[in-house]
Each structure stands twice: as structure tokens, then as C-alpha cells.
């Protein structure tokens, strides 16, 4: 979308904070926001701030910091990236990704090349002008009208202080074209029963102490806010009662930027900022509004097991690191029609005691439970940990016909089943797990050798899309429609060309590859001999968005929901 004339000389920056605690859905409101003015024909793009010093999040194991979510580009990055290219169907690049440390890492790096010509580098001024600098440049890369800026934590932290000191600047030197929101939360505690407004208040003036006032507040809390409660919160907060928004708990977080209009949030944005908007309801809105309703109207289950292994810090988290994963199966769910059902099996608790690698696994759990899923699915994963029983339910989907889909690591666990189970490679493995099998199936990448050589382990990883040619009437070109795909990646390893010819005389398909036809990309067994067997050493889940769902996610989906039938 090309920029406005209306705002191409004044674009605006809107930075939405989080007051009181952190987790209270501030991603899913910052996408909300930046929905509803995309929604009225803006062009829209959005920037997330992480305070961490790391470089970006691809250091970090998911039960830290939730899934990594990996742009095209290849940029490592947080999960509220992925919220933002869902809701806006826009691809976003490195540009809108923005750490401490690499907001340091360049500062430092121009002192060295002497670009700040002789003078003392401080923290304060030059850190918030290299802050504006990408800010300013994530704009122009993507020409948009607005853009949204997400500060990660809360105010008061310390982590965040230059953030919003680069906030505050920009303000200075553009009054009409910087806003703030605060997404902040309202308990009600249960002894006293009311909706508590102190906490909010407490973080605007903490906010102002940065010399920071909000226009905004998105008032989380169990229920919406009651008029008594915005005029108070008004009056203490100086922010006018109807720019105090409410957002209450939803059952599906495709609700709010629906419950925000009922608020009239997108309008009251739009003449504060002076944007041109367009009044009339876009296909766009529309379209959201159909896909909102069919997630409500889904009454028929499909039941998917997830099999992994990032459990041990609780549920909570464990949904967080397959954030992508989730919201894939459901957009193909709810296109069929279907309510998904998803079901976390840990993967050791399939592992007999004794491993190959002589280590001991978890409780062995039946496998023949697996039999009441309509299907399976192994996403990506790291290590040693429950290789074993992930291994052990591929086998048992495979031989009972059981619909599976791997994901990255489910794709070499599928190559690495099939060597061992149909080959009678008993040691097959991947060197990740065990250097010393005879029978090496998934391998190092050749580049990657001195790469690790050297633990030089961020941001190495063969990273970002890539394409792949797909096999002609295969079961993943007729789900694609198409032999030409592009998908985003995240693996050092990949399957041991020395095998492909003895797998696919024993009956796997290798029914995608890379171009020059050395990387194996895709793994099928053939749809006579299983209803679908297909693993992916791609992520597909990254490109999932809930008014385009993914072809292969929704290929088995499908063959999910007849299996059920049966
Ligand atoms: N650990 C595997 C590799 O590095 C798979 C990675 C993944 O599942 N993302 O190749």
C-alpha cells in the first residue's frame, strides 16, 4: 500500500507502554490498534521493542521468553511479531525488531568507526537517537502513514527508561504526530469485590514523571469498565473518559479489535491524530468480522495432540512456546469449520526406560493412546530430551494410520523413524543427538561445521525463507496448488543426502527440495499408502494468518476431520 497524501509529510508514531503488570495481552492490543487503523485504509506497520541485551531472541530457550519467531529476513524475534503479521497479513523485516543490545551494538560499533567525529558518546542523548533513527527508518522502509512502536515491560522499569526518553524526544521535537497508550490492568480483588483503579493511576504518574502523558488508556480487567470508573480514572489521569478504553477478558483475542470499535477506539484515534481514515466499513473490517464469528460458530471437535518438550515451567508457558503452531491448526480448523481441540502430550513420557543413547527417558506412557487423536503433530525442538518418544508416536501415527504432520525437528524424526522401522538402520539418528551412530540420517550442514567450531551460535542457523520446488501430484503440491513455494526456516541440520536414494526405494517421498536439489525440504508418504504422513524441515506455521490459513496445516486438518468420521 503507497502512503497517503494526507499524511506523507506527517507521519505518526503511536507508542503503546504497559502500566501495572506485564502479560496482560499488551502484543495482542498493540495489534488490535494498528488493525483498526489498517482497517480504514492506512498503511500500517509496527516495531517491537525488547529492553533484553540480547541481540535478538534466538538465544533464548522458549520456556524463557516464549516462542522465537523468525521473519523472513531471518531475524530471531519475539512472539508479538508474529501477532503483528497475523492481524495485519504484512510481512515486517529486521528494521521493526529492536533490542537494547542492538541499539548498543551500533552505537558502539559508530563510535569505533569514529562517526561521531571526536565528540564523548553518553547514554543520554545518543542511545534515544539511535532508538529514533530505526524507529524512523522502520517508517520509511515500509512508506507507512502510522506506525505502532510497542515498548516491552512495564513503566517504572528501569530496563525501559530509554525507551521512553527516546519516546519523549521525538514528542519534543513533533507534538501532533507522537501518542501514547498505556495498557494497564484493573484487579478486582476478591475480599473487596470492586474494580480497583489506584494501580493505574499510580502508572500514569509514573509515566509523567518520564514527561510522558498519555492519550489513551486500554483498561484491561475481567469485565469492562463502568462509567463511574472511567470518570474517576479521568480525573485522576487527566486522559478524557472516552479515551479510556475497555478491554475485558475475551474468549478469543480475534474479538477485540471488534470490541475495541464498540468503544469507538478506532474513530476517536483517528480525529485525535488527524488521520485521514475512511468512514465507510472496509472489506478488510469485513472480513475480520466473518473470520471473528466463525471461530465462535465452530462447534464440531478435531482433536490434535501436540507432542514436545518445552513443559517444565507449567502450562502457561508451554502454550507461549508454540505460539505459531497453535495459531496455525486453528485458522485451518476454523476454515473447515472445526473446533480445534489441542491436547499437550510430553514427548519423554512415550520413551521406554532404556534409551539408545543408554540414558534414562521419562514414564513410559502407552503409545496406544494416541489411537483417539484425529491426528499428530511434532513441532520443532532442540537437544537430546524426548527424541525417543517423539520417534515412537511417528512410528505408531505411521502404522495405525493416525494423520502427522512434523514440524523442522518432526520432519527429521520422521526420516530418522522410517530409517530405523523400514530400513532397519536400528542406530539411525540425527548427529544432534548421537555423533557416534553408524547411521548418521540427519546431518550437520556443511557451512555450519566451523560455525559451531567457533560456538558462534547466534543467529547461524540457516534463517529466514527459502525456496523449494515441490514434486508434481504430490500430497504437499496439491495442497499448496502449486510446485513453486517459499518458506521460512530455522535448522542447522539437515537429512544425509547419502540416504535419500535408499529411502525413497524403501517408499518415502521426498516431494520437496531446494532448487539446486541438494536440501530435502519435504518428507510425504504417498496418500494410497497413509492418509497423510508429511513432514517439513520448514516452519509453515510463520506464514499462517488467520484470513489466509496454511495450505498444509489445512491438508491435514482435513484428513484429521475423516479420520474422525471413520
Ligand atoms: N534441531 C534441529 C536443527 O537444528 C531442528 C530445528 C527446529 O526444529 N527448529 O536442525
Known sequence: MGESMATKKHPKYIFVVGGVISGVGKGVASSSIAKLLQDRGLSVTAIKIDPYINIDAGTMNPTE?????????????????GNYERFLNIDLTRTNYMTTGRVYQTVIE??????????????????????????????????????????????????????????????????????FIVVSYLPVPSKVGEMKTKPTQNAVRTLNASGIQPDFIIARAESALDAKRKEKLSFATSVPAKQIISAPDVESIYDIPLNFEREHFGDILC???????????????????????????????????????????????LSDSYLSVIEAIKYSAYAEGKKPVLTWLNSAEFETPARLDGRSGGNPKRVEDLKKYDGIIVPGGFGTRGVEGKIRAIEFARKHKIPYFGLCYGMQMLVIEYARNVLHLKDANTREVNPDAKNIIIDI????????????????????????????????A?????????????????????YVSALETAGLVF???????????????????????????????????????????TAFIKAATTKKKK
Open 65 to 81: 521468553h516464549g516462542e522465537v519467531f523468525v521473519l523472513s529476513d531471518g531475524d530471531e524475534t519475539d512472539q508479538d511479531m
Open 110 to 179: 559508530r563510535e569505533r568507526n569514529l562517526e561521531y567525529h571526536g565528540k564523548c558518546v553518553e547514554v543520554v542523548p545518543h542511545i534515544p537517537l539511535e532508538i529514533i533513527r530505526r524507529i524512523e527508518k522502520a517508517r520509511k522502509d515500509a512508506r507507512a502513514d502510522v506506525v505502532l512502536i510497542e515498548v516491552g515491560g512495564t513503566v517504572g522499569e528501569y530496563q525501559n527508561m530509554l525507551f521512553l526518553e527516546a519516546a519523549r524526544m521525538m514528542k519534543v521535537r513533533n507534538p501532533h504526530d507522537i501518542f
Open 271 to 317: 480525529a485525535l491524530a488527524d488521520l485521514k481514515c475512511s468512514k465507510k466499513e472496509t472489506p478488510a473490517r469485513r472480513n475480520w468480522k466473518k473470520f471473528a464469528a466463525k471461530v465462535h460458530g465452530a462447534k464440531e471437535e478435531v482433536q490434535i495432540a501436540v507432542i514436545g518438550k518445552y513443559f517444565e515451567t507449567g502450562d502457561y508457558v
Open 445 to 476: 550442514m556443511e557451512n555450519q561445521k566451523e560455525i559451531l567450531a567457533k560456538k558462534n551460535m547466534g543467529n547461524t542457523m540457516r534463517l529466514g525463507a527459502f525456496p523449494a520446488v515441490l514434486k508434481k501430484g504430490s500430497v504437499a
Open 478 to 498: 496439491m495442497a499448496y496448488g502449486k510446485t513453486k513455494i517459499t518458506e521460512r526456516h530455522r535448522h542447522r541440520y539437515e537429512v544425509n543426502n547419502a
Open 511 to 553: 516431494s520437496g527440495r531446494s532448487p539446486d536439489g541438494n536440501l530435502m525440504e519435504i518428507a510425504e508418504l504417498p496418500k494410497s499408502v497413509h492418509p497423510f504422513f508429511l513432514g517439513v524441515q520448514f516452519h509453515p506455521e510463520f506464514l499462517a494468518r488467520p484470513l489466509a490459513p496454511h495450505p498444509l496445516f
